[in-house]
């Protein structure tokens, strides 16, 4: 079983910068795939970035390649999405998930475990 928590969301300009985090619970946090999904209002949750357990295999949507980066430090169980050049397009509730394969998905039916979500709002 793992809980994850999501934090670092918030209201910024266009141009501005954040960092989320998803710390998560549980020994066995470094043996899961994590993935970054997101979810504007009337639409469906999309897949945004993904990291293996290692961290050695990064993938990300087209939309954000180039301004987003995902990481992860399995000694704080913690993975994190620094986003920069923000755009309104951005804004949404993004929810980090974990997934017991070794394969990153993009498909958001597969992951296990998902945290509660947090608001990104990027203003024009």
């Known amino acids: 079983q793992v809980q994850l928590v999501e934090s670092g969301g918030g209201l910024v300009q266009a141009g501005g910068s954040l960092r989320l985090s998803c710390a998560g619970s549980?020994?066995?946090?470094?043996?899961?795939?994590m993935a970054w999904f997101r979810q504007a209002p009337g639409k469906e949750r999309l897949f945004v970035a993904g990291?293996?357990?290692?961290?050695?295999?990064?993938y990300y949507a087209d939309s954000v390649k180039g301004r987003f980066t995902i990481s992860r430090d399995n000694a704080k169980n913690t993975v994190y999405l620094q986003m920069n050049s923000l755009k309104p397009e951005d804004t949404a509730v993004y929810y980090c998930?974990?997934?017991?394969?070794?394969?990153?998905?993009?498909?958001?039916?597969?992951?296990?475990?998902w945290g509660q979500g947090t608001q990104v709002t990027v203003s024009s």
């Open positions: 998930a974990a997934d017991r394969g070794s394969v990153i998905h993009r498909t958001p039916n597969v992951y296990d475990y």
């Open positions: 549980g020994r066995t946090f470094s043996r899961y795939s």
């Open positions: 990291i293996s357990w290692s961290g050695g295999n990064t």
